[in-house]
Every structure is written in C-alpha cells, then in structure tokens.
C-alpha cells in the first residue's frame, strides 16, 4: 500500500495526540498540522478507506493497528533524527525540529537504523571527538 508524506504526517499527529491526550479529535489534527477541519475530514475519509483508522462522522477516531505500526515508525525516525541532529551535530533545537519533520517521511529503515547505530557507537567509543566536533563548529557559526 502506497502511503503518501502527508498521510504519514496525518497519522503521526493522531498518534501523538492519542498518546498525550488519550483521544483524537479533528480540531485537534487540524490545530498540530495547521490545516483546517474540513482538510482533516477528507484526509480520515482516505485513510479510513486504506484501512489505516477507523473514522465515522461524529464518531471518535482510532488508527487501527496498521495505522499505529506506520505512525509509530515515523514518530521513531522523527526522535532518531531530532536526536542526531541536537547531539551528535549540534543543530539547534528548533531546526533540529524543522528538519526531523521532513527526512523523517523519506529516510529508509535500513538508514535510520545505521543512523542508529553510528549515533550509540560514536558516543560510547568517541564522546571526545563528538565534544570537539562541536567545539570547533559552534565557534565557527
């Protein structure tokens, strides 16, 4: 099944929110994605229709298991990356966040699980070079 950024970022913030909030509400979606009600809608109608959550007009709104599996993947990349980018290359927080939002939809498992392990390895085995990595790259910006 094909599975667009988008969508991706649709089940994303309803897992996030059902993990914060416990319930998942179209004017919520549509306040984290910045969109408005009626964009939602049409969004849960096709991922209803993908199987991916279970969606009735004024009814709640749950992913299914498949849905959960996609947004648990994507939130996974997301935190991976937000974490590489903060720590081992010292992006700023905030573009950090920008920039996790985007390579999250296009990165590979197979690349985010050597991201992964590069990440464990280089700050068990070499915290000092991470340390002046930073140094001398901060001092330059």
Known sequence: MEITKREEEYLEAMYMLYKNKGIIRVKDIAKVLKVRPPSVVDALKKLHEKGLVHYEKYDRILLTEE???????????????????????????????????????????????????????????????????????????
């Open 67 to 141: 849905g959960k599996k996609i947004a648990e993947g994507t939130y996974s990349k997301h935190m991976l990356l937000m974490q590489f980018f903060t720590e081992i290359l010292a992006i700023p927080p905030e573009i950090a966040e920008e920039d996790a939002c985007q390579f999250e939809h296009y990165v590979h498992e197979i690349t985010a699980q050597r991201i992964r392990e590069f990440a464990k390895y280089i700050q068990e085995q070499c915290p000092y070079v991470i340390k002046q990595f930073i140094k001398e790259n901060i001092e330059k910006s």
